[in-house]
């Protein structure tokens, strides 16, 4: 037996996020944003929570009423970012296979073949999902969290990066069918468009007042500043982001709090605690830092926990609004110095 000691295990290395990297987040934030008002005016917290979603790997539910641009808005992303387009209009009679696709007979080798859905696109537009029924939401719920659809046995992913951008109308509820709490706790955030200012409706009616083909515009006008395999790998490095354990304690307590909330009947889950985490991570780099700060949990906060928690009756018979309590909640807990 050798009397030589053996050497120590070796410490396990982790990577982080590098300055180059933070640098070129922000560059093509920036870009990004600049190619988007070209053509899409205002509504920053769509274009921002939008944004974050897609490089934290979630999913946006936009809440608006017709006619603020929200088609425009995932088409001009999905040429901005170089990514395909796909829509699905909801309606009460369509049906699961019409969104994932379904096994068709080939008369050539007489046996049958999957023919893709819709949903077989990179950023998805489920315009007014809540015009169809559970069975129609739940075709969405396997592809939302595992990027994949499984029919007969055999999975088909979906190609990435994935997002899905669902709208509803808060206005209209006659034919109209509540999302279950299993199919909001799917999306990242809840992104409220709200009508344009005086300035910006100015504006809007200056630009898409003359009646030019959409896609013409967006071919010559709005540059591609990025593609999916940068964006899949800017996405990777995101998750290397510095967050204290400070700052995750923060986000905890804000979370727990929601459960003890007087005003809420039900507060957010554990997977609105993951959303602010990679959520803040994604906003430090598009900012250009490689560590978070408690402002990037604050600034998604809003969007991340407003469709995860449920008002009690009597808050409602009050009138009180989910926003107010929740920036209730927030200014009632110390924020850490980091």
Not at 183 to 192: G, I, N, S, T, V
Not at 259 to 271: K, L, V, Y
Request: net charge negative; hydrophobic share 40%; proline share 7%.
């Amino acid at each position: 037996m050798s009397d030589i000691p053996s050497p120590p295990p070796a410490e396990p290395q982790f990577v982080t996020a590098t300055h180059s990297h933070v640098h070129e987040t922000k560059t093509l934030f920036e870009a990004a944003v600049a190619e988007i008002s070209k053509v899409f005016v205002g509504q920053d917290e769509l274009v921002t929570t939008s944004l974050v979603a897609l490089f934290s790997g979630g999913h946006v539910l936009i809440e608006g009423v017709p006619g603020l641009g929200k088609t425009l808005f995932v088409r001009t992303l999905g040429r901005v970012l170089g990514c395909q387009f796909g829509r699905i209009q909801f309606t009460a009679d369509l049906m699961p296979s019409d969104i994932t696709g379904a096994p068709i007979l080939d008369l050539k080798t007489q046996d049958f073949r999957f023919r893709p859905g819709p949903v077989f696109t990179q950023f998805l537009l489920a315009d007014e999902i809540n015009r169809s029924p559970a069975k129609t939401h739940a075709a969405l719920l396997e592809i939302m969290q595992e990027f994949r659809v499984t029919i007969d046995g055999v999975s088909h992913p979906v190609p990435r990066p994935f997002l899905v951008m669902a709208t509803q109308n808060p206005i209209e509820s006659e034919g109209t069918y509540s999302l279950p709490e299993a199919q909001l706790d799917r999306f990242m955030f809840k992104a409220m468009v709200s009508y344009p200012s005086e300035q910006e409706e100015s504006r809007i009616l200056e630009m898409h007042s003359k009646q030019i083909d959409l896609s013409s515009v967006l071919n010559d006008q709005v540059a591609q500043v990025t593609s999916p395999e940068q964006i899949s790998n800017i996405s990777k490095m995101n998750c290397q982001v510095r967050v204290e354990p400070k700052l995750l304690a923060y986000i905890n307590k804000i979370v727990r709090l929601t459960r003890n909330w007087p005003t809420f009947h039900m507060g957010a889950s554990p997977r609105a605690g993951l959303a602010l985490v990679q959520g803040a991570r994604t906003i430090a780099a598009f900012r250009g830092r490689d560590f978070a700060v408690p402002d990037d949990v604050v600034e998604i906060a809003l969007p991340a926990l407003r469709h995860r928690v449920i008002m009690s009756a009597e808050a409602e018979v009050e009138g009180l609004k989910v926003d107010q309590e929740l920036t209730s909640l927030l200014r009632s807990i110390e924020v850490p110095r980091i």
